[in-house]
């Protein structure tokens, strides 16, 4: 089970504070660091403001050594298809290939009108996030010395030499995820290499994988080759005062988070890690409100990973 760190920088943190953690998250054995691509803080004023997400990784790529990167996830309306490609190469070659790209079709309307980006319906959101995910999946495994070409609706591309490439080769991982009940589940199998369900209940999560795990068998992929993994909050101590301080800190309620996240001692969280491993999670992401508590990662490091 591999354990990763996942942060929401828009809710207040500066690329130093996330350094600290990245570099953290590395140094105590945990599999990657992941990054929210979100630039309005929710519910909390969130200074001194948000950071770029492909900002932050480029910088990251540069600034660790060993630990993955990615994000959970990019939303297809922030950015056209052909400069994310090329962004999105240069972090992975900058990184030495410790990239991995989470794409969605982007949800959160007010952060859309606080920062002039268009809002499209739903339904258009994710046509464009299909053609997204066919304009950069065609230019980063389009042979060197080929161009590419797409008679997109939205994004038409006309004879692209389809350049950088990603290190990773053909291309970096890609992460998607949601409660889609259709379209998630197939473009997931089309595209995907890892299927990602954010804070869900276990029968939602065994619910969910078998219609992503159907949608592959239409298409007549292995359901296996793709890996499933959730996300939840993390609020973790060795007595109970210090789970309550950790989730006062965060500004949630104990029951609620040993209810819905993962929350408790080390025996409690181990436990929980495993019923999630029993519904067919295989990789767990860490959300970690608090960016300050370096010692919270280090308790997880020291009394939860040795016994995965």
């Given amino acids: 089970m591999d354990l990763r760190i996942f942060t929401e920088p828009q809710q207040g943190a500066t690329y130093d504070d996330l350094l600290t953690v990245a570099r953290t998250a590395e140094q105590l054995g945990y599999d990657a660091f992941f990054r929210s691509d979100h630039y309005l803080a929710m519910n909390v004023e969130g200074l001194p403001g948000p950071t770029d997400a492909w900002i932050t990784l480029a910088g990251l790529a540069r600034d660790t050594s060993t630990i993955r990167l990615g994000t959970l996830v990019t ?8 400069p994310l490609a090329v962004a999105v190469a240069q972090v ?19 952060e859309h009108r606080a920062y002039g980006i268009p809002f499209p319906s739903i339904g258009e959101r994710f046509d464009r996030l299909e053609e997204s995910l066919a304009v950069i999946t065609g230019l980063w ?59 869900v209940s276990l029968d939602t999560t065994v619910t969910q994988f078998e219609r992503v795990r159907q949608a592959c068998r239409a298409i007549g992929r292995d359901p296996e080759s793709l890996t499933y993994s959730s996300a939840l909050v993390l609020c973790c101590g060795r007595t109970d005062a210090e789970i309550a301080r950790r989730a006062e800190r965060i500004g949630r309620d104990v029951t609620e988070l040993r209810e819905n996240g993962l929350a408790g001692s080390p025996a409690e969280l181990v436990d929980k890690i495993g019923r999630y491993r029993e519904a067919g999670t295989q990789r767990i992401y860490l959300q970690t409100l608090d960016l300050a508590d370096l010692d919270h990662l280090e308790l997880v490091a020291s009394d939860v990973m040795p016994q995965l």
């Fill in 75 to 82: 939303s297809a309306t922030f950015r056209y298809p052909g």
């Fill in 92 to 110: 992975d070659a900058m990184s030495g290939g410790r990239v991995e790209f989470g794409i969605g079709a982007g949800w959160f309307e007010e």
């Fill in 141 to 199: 495994e389009t042979p060197v010395g080929q161009t590419f070409s797409h008679d997109g609706t939205h994004y038409p591309i006309v004879d692209s030499p389809a350049l950088p490439k990603p290190v990773q080769s053909p291309r970096p991982p890609i992460v998607m995820g949601g409660m889609g009940k259709k379209r998630t589940p197939a473009m997931t199998a089309r595209y995907a290499d890892e299927f990602n369900l954010p804070f």
